[in-house]
């Protein structure tokens, strides 16, 4: 994968599950890429179709950064703060296309059924030199080849080298 910045715009969510039993919930979002996580803002009663409009920054230097993930929390006052959901996003499209409008994606219980979807964009600024959708250093469809073959233990000391650079 490259290296660069990625920006990623938490527009909305829409349908999320209540939990409140008498209030409407006040949800926020934790973003996490790697071991960098980032906060939205709590949204203090705004309920299940939440708007945040804010972007966030991370910094991609490791060549096997490859999804986001996304928690939908609800804040309470009094108690540990509810999970609502949760969203995996691939990042591949936006290190290819360089952007990725923004788009809805599932929220799913930790029981993995549907609770509603998220809207974020994506915007990655690569490193100078890199060019999105292009490989770094040639095709290398032969040793892509050995790799998905399952001969790559013929290719010696420099094939996680090989691994992180072809595929």
């Known amino acids: 994968m490259p290296r660069g910045t990625l920006e990623v715009v938490l527009v909305d969510a829409r349908g999320l599950e209540n939990n409140d039993f008498l209030a409407k919930i006040s949800p926020y979002a934790v973003l996490t890429v790697k071991t960098q996580e980032k906060k939205s803002t709590v949204l203090s009663g705004k309920g299940s179709n939440p708007e945040w409009n804010e972007s966030f920054l991370f910094t991609i230097s490791d060549d096997e950064v490859s999804e986001l993930h996304l928690t939908i929390m609800d804040k309470d006052n009094f108690s540990a703060d509810d999970f609502v959901g949760e969203a995996t ?43 999105p959708g292009k490989k770094r250093f040639g095709s290398g469809e032969h040793v892509r080849r050995a790799l998905v073959d399952g001969n790559s233990h013929l290719m010696g000391r420099r094939t996680r080298w090989m691994e992180r650079t072809f595929l």
């Open 89 to 131: 996003i691939p990042l591949l499209p936006a290190f290819v296309k360089g952007t990725v409008s923004p788009t809805t994606y599932n929220i799913v219980n930790k029981e993995k059924e549907f609770h509603g979807g998220v809207k974020l964009g994506l915007n990655f600024t690569p490193e100078p030199g890199f060019e």
